[in-house]
Every structure is written in C-alpha cells, then in structure tokens.
C-alpha cells in the first residue's frame, strides 16, 4: 500500500512536503515515483527514486526547485516542493514498481504511468498566485 500526505494551500513561491507512507512490500527493492495531475490533463511524471542506491531523476518542469528523497529505515519517500508556482498546482500521486527498464537508470530518464504496478490515493496541492 502507498499513501500520499502533505499536500495543501500555499502561496506562490512558498514550499510543502509530501510524504509517500509505503506497507507490504520490500521498500527498498522497489523504484517509487511521484506523479501529479492537474484538472483535464494527463497524469504526469515529476521525480523517481530507483531502488538499490539508484539515481534520483527530475521532470524539466520541477528540477532545481523539488527535491525526492527515501528513508529505507521509515520505508516512505519525501517530496520536498519548494519555490512552487500556480502551474504547480494538482493532485499528487506516489506510485511503486520492483522492476524499472534499466534504460531509465542508465539514461536517467522517468518511467511512465504505465510502468507504475502499485498507486496510493493522491493528495491535492494548490498554489495561489
């Protein structure tokens, strides 16, 4: 299981922490992905954690200013949101796979959606301007 917490209302240019609890699974075999969804549109990729001490990868739109980071120890991820802007706001989703193409660590690019096995509710994020 996997449960998004955290998210909230902010100014622009504020931050927030969200916290991704996880249960029932090795935690530290597993590859853990934030992803957020804003009103009619599509579901997003928007940082990645890879299991076994693997890099942590960022979408364009979130690098330098939201920084992933997992506690093995607590078995949760943070997303740590700063400097975030009304383009930021959405709901926001943890999601978790054991196996992840290697392409994606050795590229470090993100994994899909549809490469995601498990899904947490989300937790929604506004930001006013």
């Known amino acids: 299981q996997l449960q998004a917490s955290g998210g909230g209302l902010v100014q622009a240019g504020g931050s927030l922490t969200l916290s991704c609890a996880t249960s029932g699974f090795t935690f530290s075999s597993y590859t853990i992905g934030w992803f957020r969804q804003a009103p009619g549109k599509e579901r997003e990729a928007v940082a990645s954690?890879?299991?076994?001490?693997?890099?942590?990868v960022y979408s364009d739109s979130v690098k330098g200013r939201f920084t992933i980071s997992r506690d093995n120890a607590k078995t949760s991820v943070i997303l740590q949101m700063n400097s975030l802007k009304p383009e930021d706001t959405a709901t926001y989703y943890c999601a978790a796979v054991v196996h992840v193409a290697v392409s994606h660590i050795q590229g470090r690019t993100l994994p899909r959606v549809d490469e995601y096995d498990y899904w947490g509710l989300g937790t929604l994020v506004t930001v006013s301007s």
């Open positions: 954690t890879f299991s076994g001490g693997g890099p942590t």
